[in-house]
């Protein structure tokens, strides 16, 4: 409880710390330097800042970084909640240079890898267990977003769906204070301004639920549009092999999409603040139509746009090197449909009453982080904390249970977890897929088997295998130790004291392949067993790159299941 607190308030110190720093760069590059000139500068910052932290990268912190909460996900699922010392302050350098110069990404991502980090070396230095410690870090991520938007239920829940964490007594504590320990730092250095100012106006009538149900659908859209694009671009972008070529490359075209889109700089909550206050001409920003934004189709199609290029622009980003997540471009895209998709219904003509623009513009954001981030609770409550009630409550729930409903059907990961899962390195709420997945393979593996060279004759068995070895299946290698099949000691019983056939018989004779084969490269724990109950074998050989490895015990195998289910549920 204690630590809880303690890793509370340095998660809230770091999302001040990492907010003030971003807007510390943001002042200097607006300031009278560069006023006069500002417009040409948004084509030319992103590409310095991104350079600066490649250069920072290379020259300073010298290891590689992963991307904020799907390379926390990863240390909880394979490496024990054990995180390097390095991530408990290369985000807090590196993600307010990158957002302060441009950047289209947001500061929540570096801020939960920070306390994340913070609070898995905490546990290291208390020696406490790996169940306690992946509860730590759930601690910090909720902490996190409970000091940028003071918003402390959210942040529980936050921390619960996206980390899989169980819902216990013994787990809600914890997080419950270090959420409060956080919220309170917050207040402590800003008061009670939050990053999205805002008190309902128009209260919720039941005539609106079929344009909060066409919202949630519009939202699923959105949303398989975000994640498509955001894979896709990476993986073109990913083909540049070269580090510094793909920084330019990418670097370039986000300076030059910033340039004609000016509201893409940076996280863009300034421009989600305007759009609730319907003041157009701050939140779109000096561009080509800006002698036409007093035409509400313009503006439609302006916010149409934003919705359009900000994923590109986010995925850029990245791609280039940049440190930051996706949490603020999905609330930024989700209250540019939100809002667009409001002025569009009340330009129709096509209903007789007006919608509360800035409702929907609200519950877009919520329906959006449904889909995209597959959280539709953490979406809900921390609209409702935002807007400081639950007047929204009902409209809230509909649009973020379609948009996730029809999200999932098509996508059944979120954007933070599609690579894990893909790679069968994710960690959920399903606690038999939770221990497979935190189970290690090389732990399991037998090497105490006797192979024999694929050009051995029956004798040589006998003599080198058989005789020296206690159990009764060989592996069959060739000169380059390649796995080849195996021989069971039942298929040459019958010959085995027969010794004309000693050199008549060829182990390739008598051997056989095995019942299925486990790549130590590609095979997870869920697909080891699955491969156990299709084979009905109680042996199975291990290959790496096509070598023998050893072999896994389906006996061994329960055991090992038996002891991380008592861990993880201790």
């Not at 607190?5 to 998660?11: L, R, S």
């Not at 601690?139 to 619960?160: D, E």
């Not at 195996?486 to 004779?509: G, S």
């Amino acid at each position: 409880m204690i630590i809880s607190a303690i890793i509370g308030f340095i998660a809230g110190i770091c999302a001040v710390t990492i907010k003030n720093l971003t807007h510390f760069i943001q002042v200097l590059l607006k300031g009278d330097t560069f006023i006069s000139y500002h417009n040409a500068f948004y084509f030319i910052f992103p590409v310095i800042g991104l350079l600066i932290v490649y250069l920072i990268f290379k020259f300073i912190i010298r290891k590689k970084i992963g991307q904020g909460i799907p390379s926390t996900l990863y240390a909880i699922s394979r490496q024990k909640g054990i995180m390097k010392r390095f991530q408990m302050y290369s985000s807090l350098i590196t993600a307010p240079i990158t957002v302060g110069f441009g950047g289209s990404v947001g500061l929540e991502a570096p801020t939960v890898a920070t306390g994340a980090s913070i609070g898995s070396n905490l546990s290291r230095l208390f020696l406490l267990n790996q169940t306690t410690r992946t509860l730590l870090i759930g601690c910090a991520a909720a902490g996190a977003m409970s000091s940028i938007f003071n918003a402390p239920v959210a942040a529980i829940i936050f921390a619960i769906e996206v980390f899989s964490l169980d819902l216990t007594l013994a787990s809600l504590l914890p997080l419950l204070i270090a959420s409060v320990s956080a919220v309170l730092t917050s207040y402590f250095f800003y008061g009670s301004d939050i990053i999205l100012p805002f008190y309902l106006e128009d209260a919720f009538t039941i005539s609106e639920v079929p344009y909060y149900m066409l919202l949630g659908t519009l939202a699923a859209v959105c949303s398989i549009y975000f994640t498509w694009v955001h894979f896709s671009l990476m993986k073109i972008m990913f083909r540049i092999r070269s580090k510094i070529l793909r920084l330019l490359t990418s670097g370039l075209l986000l300076g030059l999409i910033i340039f004609f889109i000016p509201p893409l700089y940076g996280e863009g909550y300034s421009v989600v603040n305007n759009l609730l206050q319907e003041n157009y001409l701050e939140a779109l920003g000096t561009n080509l139509f800006n002698a036409y934004l007093e035409n509400i189709w313009v503006v439609i199609f302006l916010l149409t746009g934003l919705v359009i290029f900000k994923i590109i622009a986010t995925s850029l980003t990245l791609s280039a090197g940049g440190i930051g997540g996706i949490f603020a471009p999905v609330m930024f895209m989700g209250s540019a449909m939100g809002h667009g998709f409001a002025l569009l219904l009340n330009n129709l003509g096509l209903f007789n009453n007006q919608i509360s623009v800035s409702n929907f513009t609200l519950v877009g954001m919520a329906g959006l982080m449904a889909g995209v981030l597959h959280a539709p609770l953490t979406a809900i409550f921390l609209i409702a904390e935002l807007t400081h009630g639950y007047e929204l409550f009902i409209p809230l729930m509909i649009t973020a249970a379609i948009s996730y409903m029809i999200t999932s059907k098509f996508q059944p990961h979120s954007v933070y977890t599609m690579e894990l899962a893909q790679r069968g390195d994710l960690l959920t709420h399903d606690k038999d897929h939770t221990v497979l997945t935190l189970m290690n393979i090389s732990q399991v593996i037998e090497k105490n088997f006797i192979p024999l060279d694929i050009n051995m004759n029956l004798g040589d068995v006998i003599h080198q295998g058989v005789v020296k070895s206690s159990r009764n299946i060989f592996p069959v290698v060739d000169e380059n130790r390649n796995f080849m099949g195996i021989i069971l000691l039942d298929d040459i019983r019958p010959i085995m004291f027969n010794e004309k056939l000693y050199d008549e018989v060829k182990v390739q004779d008598i051997m056989q392949q095995a019942p299925e084969i486990i790549d130590l490269d590609t095979d997870r724990m869920k697909n080891i067993m699955q491969k156990f109950q299709e084979s009905d074998a109680w042996n199975l050989p291990v290959v790496k790159e096509g070598k023998y490895v050893g072999f896994i015990s389906k006996s061994k195998m329960l055991t090992a299941y038996r002891k991380k289910l008592i861990e993880v549920t201790v």
